[in-house]
């Protein structure tokens, strides 16, 4: 993925396939990520790239704690997935 690729949240994500994997970032006993959470984080990321809609190479970040207010690389807001999850219906704000 290229570093100048980025992306903001007002795109139109719409993946026809089931986004539970965006609530659901835990193994069972919590000492690592599903791996359907990893692929769908990198694909929605991957995704959002590809969009025109960028603010100075950074883009929105949906985690439950920046609620698409704040701006990042996409690499850190891939971290802020991990650690902090998406925030409440973002799979509808993007359908």
């Given amino acids: 993925m290229n570093d100048a ?3 903001t949240t007002d795109y139109g994500y719409s993946s026809k396939s ?3 994997w965006m609530y659901d970032r835990f193994m069972y006993d919590r000492r690592g990520y599903k791996d359907a959470f990893l ?4 694909e929605f ?3 959002a790239c590809e969009e025109k809609n960028l603010s100075n190479g950074k883009i929105r ?3 439950s704690k920046c609620k698409n207010l704040k701006f990042f690389h996409f690499e850190e807001v891939k971290v802020q997935l991990y650690k902090k999850g ?3 219906k973002v799979a509808q704000t993007y359908a």
Avoid: T, W
């Avoid at 692929?39 to 990198?42: E, R, S, Y």
């Fill in 61 to 63: 970040c949906p985690c």
């Fill in 45 to 47: 990321v991957s995704y």
């Fill in 18 to 20: 089931n986004q539970s």
């Fill in 5 to 7: 690729l980025c992306y």
């Fill in 86 to 88: 998406f925030m409440e």
């Fill in 39 to 42: 692929k769908g984080v990198d």
